[in-house]
């Protein structure tokens, strides 16, 4: 897909940009978990402390790069950063070693690594569930000049019943 490499945030939101109750997600819809898989697969994933503990597990395939302030923190499967730079630069060494051919860096939630990460993107990959819950759990506002939209899917439903579409974007600025 891209030869140089690439970083991108990989999201799934409300309506109203929520992305979780800081617990848990607040949807499952399958086609977004298998989207997800083959989208990351091979690449490292850079998430937060509480995304990793929510997972349970590693997610297989990918580097999984949690960033804490816990300095004593570890984890099986888990590579930890202290910061969005070094997970980035932990990210590019996995690659250099492990990557295929895709080079791709995923910046995987939540809310406060996609505050940082975001400025570091050249991709989103968001997935828009049509619900508005309530939550201070959000992902940054998506500047229109900042970013412009390359693909969309049609609307889709899951199995249960929730409509939501797929958009891509890209940095333009």
Excluded at 34 to 45: A, Q, S
Aim: glycine share 6%; charged share 30%.
């Amino acid at each position: 897909m891209h030869s140089e490499l690439v970083i991108s945030a990989i999201v799934a939101t409300a309506k109203n940009r929520v992305i979780g109750d800081g617990h848990s997600l607040l949807w499952k819809i399958s086609e977004d978990f298998r989207r997800l898989k083959e989208i990351t697969m091979g690449c490292p994933l850079i998430m937060g402390r509480k995304t990793w503990d929510s997972l349970g597990r590693p997610l297989p395939g990918r580097a999984n790069i949690v960033l804490t302030r816990k300095t004593k923190w570890a984890e099986e499967g888990a590579i930890k950063a202290t910061s969005i730079e070094e997970a980035l630069e932990l990210a590019k060494n996995w690659l250099n070693h492990f990557g295929e051919t895709k080079k791709e860096i995923f910046i995987f939630g939540g809310m406060e690594v996609y505050k940082v990460g975001i400025h570091f993107c050249n991709f989103i990959y968001l997935t828009e569930v049509d619900v508005k819950p309530l939550s201070k759990f959000k992902f940054p506002k998506i500047d229109k000049d900042e970013w412009k939209i390359i693909s969309k899917s049609e609307q889709k439903i899951s199995e249960d019943d929730l409509k939501y579409k797929f958009i891509t974007y890209q940095r333009v600025k």
